[in-house]
């Protein structure tokens, strides 16, 4: 019997975050997937700039943005006819390292965890099937197969990140709420001219069709969504939706690299947390592709759960029950949000229509002229507002930043209060001063402490001058407090923080 301490079915984007955050935290991990390889289809292609926070955390933050591209506008057109155009350049200028709206594929994202994984002596194993396990108290038993041929493998925990048809998620009998659009899809990537704004996202309302353009990288490269049409079969290929493309006079397709068609979900798993087993990314929740958030929510859920799987294998697994009420209501509000969203797009009544038509391009244009408006959107889009004012981990407000907050970003002449969180690491933030009995307990507590100057930056992001702030590794605040009171501090560490910190 082989034996890991964190056992990963599935070696998607969610699956390959979980296994490098894990690895660079020195945790043994063994990671299967039934597939013969990585993704080589683009499949999901937004990367949010929050997931570009965690991957800077991982040191593949510059990377990342070389292989990929940004994209600076949003045009709306109707009866081939462009209606509104939202600038989206550097709309999150001072709020994130990374600003702009940006374009990295699946593929591209398997590569390059894949790669860093590899790097650190980590190998998935393909075309290896986890077929069943059972729990104790002390840890998970599963049966792998592969090549007809059966293992059994001992890990402290299990991950499930193994998709919406998830081999762990029937087996632990957790139900996926929610239900299925009556509509079909299709999603194509092909070569276009005549694209009228080419390195934007071009979206498409007409009276009975919706199509999305995404740009991609790659010379006239673009990515197509839209809506089958009625009476198209199981056997539809992309000959079958060109007229419907051609009608809408937004680009011609030259070239086709891929196409497939697939229905959309809106569920979301019961819970993400059975035992010592863990639902992520599609295997914990589905929804519709509006907003790019799918594969960016999957990533999120590894950067939540690795470290405190980290921390329970150093002995201290109290926070291990935090990862499912931190994360699933975040994806019960997203599959909300996306869901009115998408239903808004394909519903066909004569209402629908016209607002889909008429009105959202002319709201769209007014009401995003104002950059506070289109801020707002960017930072519901980026994920940069994920928070988790009601987890037992956050506490305490100083300024306008609370316990579960994401720490703010402040740049600063070295680069930014970023930086310290590539030590992957609990850790004390000052903006000002910090007092010398905060020094002398951050030393005692074996806890990094960093100061920053309380300037310009730190003020416009409401943190409070001379407060602290106790980080935790994934880069929210657990504790923050506007003086230093060492008795609600030394409570904190020794309920959520392990022992060699």
Known sequence: MNETQVLIAGAGPTGLMLALWLTRLGVRVEIVDPKPGPTLETRAIAVQARTLEFYDQLGLGEEARARGRDFHELSIWTGGQLRASVNLEGVGAGQTPHPNLYILTQDQNEALLLAHLKALGCTPRWQTELTSFRQDERGVTATLTH??????????????????????????????SGGTYAQRFYVADVTTSGE???????????DDQFLAFFPMPGLHRCRIVGQLP??????????TVRPQIEKQRVAEVKEVHWFSTYRV????????????????????????????????????????????????LRGHPAALASYGPERRPFALSLVSTTDR?????????????????????????????????????????????IRYPNSPLSAGQAGAVRGGDRLPWVPNAAGSNFTALGSLKWQVHVYGAASPELLTWCGQQNLPLHVFAHGAAARRAGLCED??????????????QPHFNRPAAATYVERWLPGDR
Request: with cysteine; net charge positive.
């Open 467 to 480: 407060a602290v702030y106790l980080v935790r590794p994934d880069g929210h605040v657990g504790l923050a």
């Open 196 to 206: 009228r704004r080419a390195n934007d996202v071009n979206v498409s309302l007409d």
């Open 341 to 385: 969203a998408f239903s808004g797009v394909v519903n066909p009544s004569p209402l629908a229509r016209f607002i889909r038509t008429t009105l959202i391009p002319d709201l769209i244009r007014v009401l995003t002229r104002p950059r506070p408006v289109r801020r707002l959107a960017f930072l519901t889009l980026s994920q940069l507002r």
């Open 265 to 312: 979900h809106h569920r979301v798993a019961n819970t993400f947390q059975v035992g010592r087993a863990f639902l992520l990314g599609d295997a914990a929740h589905v929804h519709s592709p509006v907003g790019g958030q799918g594969m960016n929510t999957g990533l999120g859920d590894a950067a939540n759960l690795a470290w405190k799987l980290g921390q329970a």
């Open 147 to 176: 090549a007809g041929q059966t293992q059994t493998v001992r890990a402290t925990y299990l991950a499930g990140c193994d998709g919406a048809s998830s081999t762990v998620r029937r087996q632990l009998g957790v139900k996926l």
């Open 230 to 239: 009625p009476g198209a079969g199981d056997s539809a290929t992309f000959e």
